[in-house]
T-cell receptor, first 116, second 113 residues
Framework: GNSVTQMEGPVTLSEEAFLTINCTYT??????LFWYVQYPGEGLQLLLK?????DKGSNKGFEATYRKETTSFHLEKGSVQVSDSAVYFC???????????????FGQGTELSVKP | DVKVTQSSRYLVKRTGEKVFLECVQD?????MFWYRQDPGLGLRLIYF???????EKGDIPEGYSVSREKKERFSLILESASTNQTSMYLC????????????FGPGTRLTVT
């Protein structure tokens, strides 16, 4: 079945460090891929997405490239800030023929802590 | 802005109680979802609904039921709460019709004692 695997956390970085959070997936076909972020005490927010191979999603300085050959969608940011401290979830969209909405399958989440 | 609201941020219930978690969205979205979030497990889909009065089981429906009588409201029901249902519950909605971005509520942290 479809699945998403993320690198385990927590990840602790100093401000302005480079961030990579690894995400790989298993799926049939070519699913859409997403990164969601959950700030403390809040629900999840969509951070970025990519809908086909080689697409690059970007938002707020974060980027991720849909790599079909390695089935990966790693999240990167060149210079993290304290305000980026949150839990990051990688997800893929699993369509169902009887459902217009599609189902998201999430990785286990990676907690990021950025120190001043 | 899309707004998804959940009836409670924190809830404490006793084993065996019937528990209702309510979710309301204000953007006329077709699809609504209930997840539970547990450390190390990410989010797991309990139930979803793609139309009023329609529901589909997700990956972990056992011990839960849902109700969607109106388009904007999706309720999660724990018929007889158990301690292993202590968790964070997140509701989400999406427009549908090819637009699959899901918008999440702030979550309800349920503790069953």
């Amino acid at each position: 079945g479809n699945s998403v695997t993320q690198m385990e956390g927590p990840v602790t970085l100093s401000e302005e460090a480079f961030l990579t959070i690894n995400c790989t997936y298993t799926a049939t076909g070519y699913p859409s891929l997403f990164w969601y972020v959950q700030y403390p005490g809040e629900g999840l927010q969509l951070l970025l997405k990519a809908t086909k191979a080689d697409d690059k999603g970007s938002n707020k300085g974060f980027e991720a490239t849909y790599r079909k050959e390695t089935t990966s969608f790693h999240l990167e940011k060149g210079s993290v800030q304290v305000s980026d401290s949150a839990v990051y979830f990688c997800a893929l969209l699993s369509g169902a023929p009887y459902n217009q909405g599609g189902k998201l399958i999430f990785g286990q989440g990676t907690e990021l802590s950025v120190k001043p | 802005d899309v707004k998804v609201t959940q009836s409670s941020r924190y809830l404490v219930k006793r084993t065996g109680e019937k528990v209702f978690l309510e979710c309301v969205q204000d953007m006329d979205h077709e699809n609504m979802f209930w997840y539970r979030q547990d450390p190390g497990l990410g989010l797991r889909l309990i139930y979803f609904s793609y139309d009023v009065k329609m529901k589909e089981k997700g990956d972990i429906p056992e011990g839960y039921s849902v109700s969607r009588e109106k388009k904007e409201r999706f309720s999660l029901i724990l018929e007889s709460a158990s301690t292993n249902q202590t968790s964070m519950y997140l509701c989400a909605s999406s427009l549908g019709f090819g637009n699959y971005e899901q918008y999440f509520g702030p979550g309800t942290r349920l503790t069953v004692t």
